[in-house]
């Protein structure tokens, strides 16, 4: 009977030592699949924030050069020699600060794509990461 009871209880304490460190196994898991995520949002909130900083800075560029080409439109358009003159540089001027426009308005497109595809990247792998954890667990 003593054996019985020594038996009984050693596989008690044998299953509740396995049953701990399985628990302590998944709590490290989650906590570093937990810290891996949190770096990922740190690291996606970073890359936005480079990819606004070089919106901005284009859009000052654009904003600069199409200050500087409307200054030197006035300078003409007061130095010039007669109506139709007038005419032809204003009609030059709209035509080349929509082709200017047009541009700009497709690099800024291309620059708030490149920078969502980026910015999400870090993301996107943690949720391929979960999945895979949730995959593997099955």
Sequence with gaps: MNQTIETMTSASNEAIKEGF????????????????????VIESATVAGKGIEAVNANAVAYAKSAMEEGVAVA??????????EIFEIQSDYAKSSMDAYLAEL?????????????????LNDRVSAAVELAQSQR
């Design 21 to 40: 460190e399985k628990t302590l196994s998944a709590v490290n898991d989650a906590s570093g699949f937990h810290k891996e995520n949190m770096d990922a």
């Design 75 to 84: 300078k003409a358009v007061s130095s010039a020699k007669s109506v139709q």
């Design 106 to 122: 497709n690099k800024t497109s291309e620059l708030f794509s490149d920078l969502m595809k980026s910015s999400v990247k870090p």
